[in-house]
């Protein structure tokens, strides 16, 4: 099966846009195994959009002869060397959203060049095709059926941005990922949802609600991380002057994303990323709650008054994974009791953002794990009480004792 967990690497269109080139790949290339990523499962180096010179005259994909003067197949074997994967893109039209050459009409050819330069993922996005699903449906699953038989195994990732509901038919178009979502931009929350701006928060609304769609095999994809480009990388990231993420919400989106079993894409410039970026983007645990091989997409099961949120993700064995979303811009204390407080019905939504463990499905014997402290809190059995920043995710572990 491809994509049994979520696919994690970098991609380079928030960073680079246009400007995309070998160099930069081999750089981040080495910059994933020295910066401990490698190791911990970030595995697909990504080339978005701008890498295409055009079509020969037998009709093949060549890359653009300045930004990659060695091939493609020379940047797939020194990611190899690696250890790592290298991932291509193109769109279901005659041009990409970036206006280069694209794949309609040439699937099989395309499918067969990507699997002899030894690619082994494929972004396939859709700019310049028709509105209607049935036409993506068929679009799709041409190069579904392309890479099913191109003689390599590629992982299928559908960008159509949600619009056609592909979390309903990409799967059996082959695609082991579909965008859910307009492009995301590093910020927190834009006014509106459009195709322009779409903060973490309004992807992350988007995506929550299609959490029955996902197992392993097939993930929906709120798009790549922001984490770490403070502002950085192409200049469309921060549309209207809205101020780029903090460090909090940058560790909320790795938590949410990872709840959320999405795949995780970094995109900042891991060359020269900080200790911190570096810290929210290699924290085992975190990734271990994405990756785990139940597969499950966490379910908001709570939203409480003052703009507190709750998500459930269960786990292997048992264990279940929680993550509580402060949304509002003040501190909040969140306390978790063992039981009803009395009078109370479940399901009540208490003043004082208390809920009671019953409601979280799990005994009293669990035990809490505070996961980005890497601190016990103790047995459920206990109340616990949680301070939680402005937009900060609490991300909590609870294993059976
Ligand atoms: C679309 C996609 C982006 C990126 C660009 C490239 O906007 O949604 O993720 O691939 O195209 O042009």
């Known amino acids: 099966m491809r994509a049994k ?8 269109w928030n960073l680079c846009g246009r400007e995309v080139n070998e160099t930069i790949i081999r750089g981040v290339a080495d ?64 041009k990409t959203c970036g206006g280069e050459v694209a794949s309609l ?11 002899a330069w030894e690619v082994d993922y494929l972004k396939y996005d859709y700019c310049y095709a028709p509105e209607d699903r049935a036409t993506a449906v068929e679009r799709y699953t041409t190069m579904g059926r392309a890479l099913e038989n191109c003689g390599r ?69 709120p798009d790549m991380l922001v984490v770490g480009l403070y502002g950085g990388g192409q200049e469309w990231m921060c549309p209207d002057g ?22 995780l894409f970094a995109t900042n410039d891991l060359r020269t990323m900080t200790d911190s970026t570096r810290e929210i983007l290699t924290n ?25 949120d709750v998500w459930q ?30 009078g109370h019905a479940p399901g009540f939504q208490f003043q004082n953002l208390t809920f009671p463990a019953t409601m979280l499905g799990v005994t009293p014997e669990h035990r809490v794990r505070d996961v980005w402290q890497r601190k016990d809190l103790g047995a459920i ?5 949680l301070e939680i920043e402005p937009h900060e995710t609490k991300l909590l572990c609870l294993a059976q004792a």
């Open 31 to 94: 910059a994933l195994v020295t910066s401990g990523m490698a190791v911990i499962g970030y595995e697909y180096v990504c080339i978005d959009d701008h890498w295409q010179g055009g079509r020969d005259a037998l009709g093949r994909l060549y890359p653009c002869i300045k930004k990659f003067p060695s091939g493609i197949k020379a940047l797939a074997d020194y990611v190899h060397e690696r250890g790592l994967k290298l991932g291509i893109y193109s769109d279901a039209a005659e």
């Open 381 to 385: 059995r206990e109340k616990i009480t």
């Open 153 to 221: 195994e590629i992982v299928f990732a559908a960008c159509e941005w949600g619009g056609r509901r592909p979390w309903e038919w990409a799967k059996s178009a082959g695609a082991q990922v579909w965008r859910t979502t307009f492009d995301i931009r590093d910020v927190w929350e834009t006014p509106t949802y459009n195709t322009r701006q779409n903060g973490i928060l309004n992807a992350l609304e988007r995506n929550t609600e299609l959490a029955a769609f996902a197992e392993p095999g097939g993930w929906n994809d």
């Open 284 to 308: 085992p645990e975190v990734i271990a709650i994405n990756q785990d091989a139940l597969g499950a997409q966490a379910v908001r099961t709570h939203r409480l008054i003052s703009s507190v």
């Open 105 to 115: 009409g040439f699937e099989k050819q395309d499918a067969r060049t990507f699997a």
């Open 5 to 12: 967990t979520p696919p994690m690497g970098w991609m380079s």
């Open 313 to 342: 993700k269960p786990l292997t064995h048992g264990d279940r994974a929680i993550g509580i979303l402060n949304r509002s811009e003040e501190a909040r204390t969140v306390e978790i009791l063992p039981g009803l407080p009395a």
């Open 242 to 263: 809205l101020p780029h993420s903090n460090e909090t919400e940058y560790r909320s989106q790795m938590s949410l994303w990872c709840l959320m079993a999405a795949p």
